[in-house]
């Protein structure tokens, strides 16, 4: 059973996707489109606009955190896997209350979800090294 916060992960990727392929749309629509979903009011609506709104208005800096670890050209990575890496560096570098093993762990998650058959391979590795630089001292602490 999906956890309210998957949800909430869940519709923001899809919000994501959806401003990525229509950057002129107005981010209040892509979240009114998403209201319309019946399953949405299962999922954690705080966290929902944290993630939506936090990427969209953040969107070159976070580009530019993951961008660094891709091993392969910008344009090579999918619109899925770059949806949920966004929203993953956001929480990552901005969201200290949530583990970092948990944020990788649901983008993968998500990842095989909405992706194509390897992309969560490639969104793990981004991540890990993200992880690596910006929640050092908590990746040290955890245990091998």
């Known amino acids: 059973m999906k956890t309210a916060r998957r ?10 996707y959806e401003w990525e392929l229509n950057p002129d749309r107005a981010p209040s629509l892509i979240e009114k489109h998403l209201r319309e979903n019946d399953y949405f009011v299962k999922a954690d609506e705080a966290l929902f606009r944290t993630l939506l709104y936090g990427v969209l ?12 670890y891709y091993e392969r050209a910008a344009e090579d990575v999918s619109p899925v896997e770059r949806a949920v890496l966004l929203m993953a560096a956001l929480e990552l570098s901005q969201h200290p209350e949530t583990p970092y093993p948990v944020i990788i762990n649901e983008a993968i998650e998500i990842t095989k979800t909405f992706g194509g058959t390897d992309g969560h391979r490639f969104v793990n590795g981004v991540l890990d090294k993200l992880a690596a630089e910006v929640r050092g001292d908590e990746v040290a602490r955890r245990p091998s």
């Open 7 to 16: 949800r909430a992960r869940e519709f923001a990727i899809q919000g994501i």
């Open 57 to 68: 208005k953040d969107v070159d800096a976070l580009s530019a955190l993951v961008g660094r």
